[in-house]
């Protein structure tokens, strides 16, 4: 059974936004980078946790079953990873944009900080490269894993397919409807990403009519 995700991710916890800057200069500083330690740049340094599994949260989890509706898992971070291992124990082929390098990679990483299992079918999930089972990964299949990146949203435009940006909310901003308390937006906003994912998925495979 296919499964088509997409996740939604914010900063590290505050308690723990000190150590998360720390690795994060210190990795610059590894590789000859002049910081500016200045308050603007370290608030971005900051949000730019969220897209790391290290210190990063995930927010919420959208996923369908085959043609079924899509889901969203949310609450506390730890009870949307149980939920989601349950859920993903159904499936045999993860499909998505760019789950290969983020996705899965950061659910995987938090799964790790978190203390919860993953399903035993998917305990040791191949992450091997040049395939498209069990990871279907949109954008590595329609870049026929060059070194390209193409965004969720220009693979739509191209396909002539619905953005799911439509909405008002871009993935850069969820961390400000996050503070907003909008959490139903953010919501919105990953079910149209799995929906377009979807949408994309059956077109490569000349599915949709």
């Not at 000190?18 to 900051?46: F, I, P």
């Not at 978190?114 to 299949?141: C, V």
Request: glycine residues 6%; charged residues 30%.
């Amino acid at each position: 059974m296919n499964i088509f995700l997409d996740i939604e991710t914010i900063p590290a916890e505050e308690s723990d936004k000190k150590s998360a800057l720390d690795l994060v200069l210190k990795k610059k500083q590894r590789y000859g980078k002049e910081v500016d330690l200045g308050k603007e740049n370290m608030e971005q340094l900051y949000r730019d946790t969220a897209v790391s599994g290290d210190f990063g949260r995930i927010f919420c989890i959208g996923y369908a079953l085959e043609d079924g509706q899509v889901q969203i898992i949310y609450g506390e971070e730890k009870k949307i990873l149980e939920e989601w291992w349950k859920v993903a124990a159904k499936g045999d082929c993860f499909i998505g944009h760019n789950i290969m390098e983020f996705d899965l990679r950061f659910i995987y990483k938090r799964s790790i900080v978190n203390r919860i299992k993953p399903s035993a079918k998917h305990l040791n999930l191949s992450f091997a490269r040049y395939r498209n089972f069990p990871i279907f990964d949109t954008m590595k299949e329609w870049e026929k894993w060059s070194n390209s990146y193409i965004a969720l949203d220009a693979l739509a435009k191209i396909l002539q397919l619905p953005s799911s940006k439509d909405g008002g909310i871009k993935g850069s901003q969820v961390f400000d409807f996050f503070l907003a308390g909008k959490y139903k937006e953010i919501y919105e906003y990953c079910k149209r990403d799995v929906q377009l994912t979807r949408q994309v998925y059956n077109r490569m495979l000349f599915k949709d009519k």
